[in-house]
């Protein structure tokens, strides 16, 4: 007897070796996709008729600082140098641990009603993120950001901070939890730094997710200090690998694209923070084309303000047709890839398609709305009309989080109750 049945849906599978199926059945068992097909003999506990709904793989958010959804709406409209600097650090020293619970588990709320079954995070206090990915029921790869910031004793604490973590919660949660460490950029951590972090990384067989060239002022300093941008930095010094994870990537030439391919790199696309922070216009299409596996991410809620990657998805494939002055360009597919196959490969997670043998992460949508009637293109809409509320039912290493627009995961009041409130105790602390 399987799990869950899911049956009557549109499948998107996202798998190249198979097509979609208009009216199709998935099977769930034990945490896995067991069968996809028209129909199945077999029966489960929990049948979930689709009639009118899109099943597909839940969504990969590459790039976030999740308890930063305490931080929604707190410092907009500002330079990315203030936003960070003036604003952000200084109501990050004030966060507690508890803080960081609670904004990290209204990032999971948020992330099982929008359809995102995994995300990357590196952040602080990330002990109280893990616990929050561990009751939601989702999927994460968490690291502890390490800011050196030149200063030899605070490299060394982070760094001993970032190896307890790694070590503490490599594989738990039933394996949804993966650790990283998290230097978190090139113009914020030494070159020395940098070294030392990627042999801990190698040592411990833990990926590494860092901030790359997100402004231009990035480069500028870089050129300044070393005679060259951080890709050419990060190459020098052995740093990529498949096992890296480079979030934003805007200023790079075609130089810093060659490499990035080379290497194996995974980069995640942030268009709304992009946009929203003026800090550029990443050269997806250019990366894309040379084979360079571009994910998506939506940065923290300071920047972009939401986790929604429906919205990311759009953004993505308007910005790169208005900056390509081509309107073929990211087509919705494509975009839906980066969004879920890529991200699976990013985060090295067995998701990402609706295959028999993968892991069960896995969305459903409402198609009977009335802003995706009609509908003549699956793909299509859910890039350009669906949003993350469409989403009624998700399903993560096979279990149900949210059935038919219910969280059965978490007490959906309480955890925005608890983080409203240390959002609002927070900010009094900073304007004291
Ligand atoms: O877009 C960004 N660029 C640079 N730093 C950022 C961005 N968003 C968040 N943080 C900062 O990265 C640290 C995580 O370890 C935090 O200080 C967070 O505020
Ligand atoms: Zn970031």
Excluded at 367 to 381: A, E, Q
Aim: hydrophobic letters at 40%; glycine letters at 8%; a negative charge.
């Amino acid at each position: 007897m399987a799990d869950i049945i899911i049956k009557n849906a549109y499948v998107l599978t996202m798998d190249p070796d198979s097509g979609d199926l208009k009216n199709g059945t998935v099977v769930i068992e034990d945490g896995k996709i067991t069968e996809i097909g028209e129909k199945t003999k077999e029966s489960a506990d929990t049948v979930i008729d689709a009639k009118g709904s899109v099943v597909m793989p839940g969504l990969a958010n590459t790039h976030t600082h999740a308890a930063m959804t305490l931080f929604r709406g707190y410092a907009d409209d500002l330079q990315l140098a203030e936003w960070l600097e003036k604003n952000i650090w200084p109501a990050e020293s004030q966060l507690k641990a508890e803080d960081v619970y609670k904004g990290s588990l209204l990032a999971c709320l948020e992330m099982i009603k929008s359809g995102t079954t995994s995300f990357a995070d590196m952040y602080f206090y990330m002990d109280e993120t893990a616990k929050a990915v561990e009751a939601s029921g989702l999927r994460a790869s968490l690291s502890h950001g390490l800011i050196e910031l030149w200063n030899e004793e605070k490299g060394e604490t982070d760094l001993k901070e970032g190896k307890r973590f790694v070590r503490a919660w490599q594989g738990a949660a039933d394996g949804r939890i993966k650790t990283m460490y998290g230097p978190h950029a090139p113009n914020t951590c030494s070159e020395e730094f940098l070294i030392k972090v990627k042999e801990e990384a190698h040592k411990d067989g833990a990926g590494l997710h860092i901030h790359v060239l997100e402004t231009e002022a990035e480069l500028n300093a870089m050129k300044e200090r070393y005679g060259k941008c951080s890709v050419h930095l990060l190459e020098d010094i052995g740093f990529f690998g498949p096992d890296v994870l480079a979030a934003h990537c805007v200023w790079l030439s075609d130089g810093d694209i060659e490499i990035l391919r080379q290497r194996g790199v995974n980069v995640s696309h942030n268009p709304i923070s992009n946009m929203k922070l003026a800090s550029g216009i990443a050269p997806v299409h250019k990366m894309l084309e040379r084979g360079v596996n571009v994910t998506l991410g939506t940065d923290g809620c300071a920047s972009n303000n939401n986790l929604d990657l429906f919205e990311e998805m759009k953004t993505a494939a308007l910005l790169h047709k208005v900056s390509t002055g081509n309107p073929t360009a990211l087509p919705a597919r494509q975009v839906l890839e980066m969004a879920t196959v890529n991200g699976a490969k990013a985060l090295g997670t067995e998701t990402g398609m609706l295959k028999v043998g993968r892991k069960a992460d896995v969305i459903i949508l409402d198609m009977k709305k009335p802003h995706l009637t009609p509908c003549f293109d699956v793909p299509s809409h859910l890039v350009y009309s669906a949003k993350g509320c469409d989403v009624r039912t998700t399903i993560v290493d096979g279990k149900v989080l949210m059935d038919n627009y219910r969280v059965l995961a978490l007490d959906e009041e309480k955890v925005i109750e608890e983080a409203r409130t240390a959002a609002e105790e927070l900010v009094a602390r900073v304007n004291a």
